[in-house]
């Protein structure tokens, strides 16, 4: 999951298509709706440091993560949902206690024999 290697897609990106949920029930009145989520995902900082986080909720646009007791992320990472073909380079938007927002800025789709 090196950022070198991979093939970014559009700069305008659709996190709930791509890693396959559907629009469902909103969680409360905003800009884009959120549906609920419940996906293993692993952060990759730079670093090449790796965090197992859950993504909570999914917007076109963003995500809500479940993070590690007393992690601090960086301004910007990527994160890759378990099982997706998927690669997301994000920038956060915030952060308080054990989660985050995210704002998605470029999907990149991986090979076929690395969706794990």
Do not use: H
Not at 31 to 36: G, I, K, L, V, W
Not at 39 to 59: H, M, P, W
Not at 93 to 105: H, P, S, T
Request: contains cysteine; aromatic residues 6%; hydrophobic residues 40%.
């Amino acid at each position: 999951m090196s950022n070198g290697t991979l093939d970014w897609g559009d700069e305008n990106p659709d996190l709930p298509a791509a890693i396959g949920i559907g629009e469902g029930n909103p969680l409360v009145d905003r800009r884009e709706p959120r549906s609920q989520a419940n996906l293993i995902a692993t952060i990759r900082l730079s670093s090449g440091e790796e965090i197992r986080c859950i993504v909570r909720d999914v917007s076109k646009s963003g995500a809500r993560l479940g993070l590690p007791r007393g992690c601090v992320l960086p301004e910007s990472f990527m994160f890759k949902v378990s099982g997706r073909r998927f690669v997301f380079l994000v920038r956060l938007a915030w952060q308080r206690d054990c989660y985050a927002g995210v704002r998605i800025e470029r999907i990149a789709r991986l090979p076929a024999n690395a969706a794990n």
